[in-house]
């Protein structure tokens, strides 16, 4: 039997962070990884620079089934505090945009911060350790691959469903439930969408293609860029708005944001009556889009000049390109979801320590909480912050 005081399982961004926050305190910690390597996840975000935390971060970048839980724990640990730590270690960053911070070299970074952290903290780092059960009697005791751990606190931190492939697996919504917990149906959240109908056939054609859109549906919008892929609509506004997307709802498109399209299309029409509609859209959108929607709205107008277009049907056609209507058959699900939606209920922990109500001593932070964030650096934040919140309740 090996002893600890903390056992942490799951060595992905919110475990090396808590263990290397509670190792500080003077806690003999461990954190068991249950694959070969640690930190897989921040090697592979943002492109391999690590999104690691955002300018502007609020409760209202997060979406969970109690939106006050993660206002704590954010206040308490703020994006200023991790960007203090990356200066710290002299590492170079930069804003991409929308107050989206990035590693100017490699995520490798910030997981050799983490790892300097966690050596400060004199952290023992066990990976290839599959735990087979947790038994809370007076202390937890974890029977593992590499022997059985005792300790006087667990902290969860096993994450999430998405990307299967990095080995992960739903162990920290098992122990939630074993311990009493609800946990809250999971799906994939910041992933692309797919489609089944004609529109299928468009994206495959426009693949690779890029524009500035604002997609939205009835319960949020986002303005960022959308990517045409061979299975459908990809890009950081897809993402987004996926995660706010239930299945069988449709989503609107608008092509041409903040454009008065169908005042432009009237003053094009009295200015260039003798110009085709696909000339003058092409000043707006890519030449290749403008010919998709031109087999799509306007297939036998294609060669009539704007001024025999009449005015309903430039109004018919502005409506479409202010707001395209698509009906997604589905997402790209956990394959290539950045993130997780539900997981463990945060009505059965303490929003102040990440502690499980049921049974003191047991912890969850990270993804595998009902808490997610959105694209830009939130879902990194959210683990800094879940983890020092029960960091300083060991």
């Known amino acids: 039997m090996q002893g600890y005081d903390v056992v942490i399982v799951g060595g992905g961004a919110a475990g090396l962070m808590c263990a290397a926050l509670a190792g500080q305190r003077g806690k003999k910690v461990v954190v068991l990884e249950r694959t070969a390597k640690v930190g897989k996840k921040i090697l592979m975000s943002g492109g391999g620079r690590c999104n690691f935390t955002n300018l502007d971060v609020t409760a209202a970048n997060y979406l969970s089934a109690n939106p006050h839980f993660c206002k704590s724990a954010l206040s308490r640990y703020t994006q200023w505090d991790f960007i ?4 710290q270690y002299g590492i170079p960053y930069h804003e991409k945009k929308l107050g989206q911070l990035f590693c100017d070299n490699s995520a490798k970074d910030i997981l050799d911060l983490l790892l300097a952290e966690c050596s400060k903290g004199n952290v023992t780092i066990k990976t290839n350790s599959d735990i087979r059960q947790i038994d809370g009697n007076d202390r937890l005791t974890l029977d593992t691959s590499l022997g059985q751990f005792e300790a006087d606190a667990v902290v969860i931190a096993s994450g999430g469903l998405s990307i299967p492939t990095m080995g992960v697996t ?9 311990f009493g917990l609800n946990v809250l149906p999971t799906r994939a959240g910041l992933v692309p969408f797919t489609f089944s109908d004609h529109i299928k056939d468009i994206s495959n054609r426009l693949s690779g293609l890029s524009l ?7 319960r949020a919008s986002f303005r960022e860029n959308i990517l045409f892929t061979h299975r459908g609509l990809s890009g950081p506004a897809v993402l987004q708005l996926s995660s706010y997307w239930q299945e069988g709802e449709t989503i609107a498109a608008d092509l041409l944001p903040g454009v008065d ?3 432009w299309l009237l003053d094009c029409k009295k200015q260039q009556p003798k110009a085709l509609l696909r000339t003058v859209l092409a000043e707006q959108l890519p030449r290749k889009l403008v010919l998709e929607l031109e087999a799509l709205w306007w297939k036998e107008q294609a060669e009539k000049p704007l001024a025999e277009f009449g005015n309903k049907l430039l109004e018919q056609i502005a409506t479409q390109l202010n707001g395209w209507v698509l009906k997604p058959a589905g997402t790209e699900g956990y394959r290539t979801a950045e993130v997780t939606l539900g997981g463990v209920d945060t009505d059965g922990l303490s929003s102040k320590t990440m502690e499980c109500k049921t049974r003191s001593g047991l912890f969850f932070i990270g993804e595998v909480v009902d808490v997610t964030g959105w694209l830009g650096g939130y879902n990194f934040q959210w683990a800094w912050a879940s983890a020092y919140a029960a960091a300083m309740a060991l």
């Open 261 to 263: 399209t169908l005042h």
């Open 170 to 178: 739903g162990f920290g919504y098992d122990v939630a439930r074993q």
């Open 84 to 87: 203090g730590l990356v200066a």
């Open 212 to 218: 500035d859109a604002v997609l939205s549906n009835e």
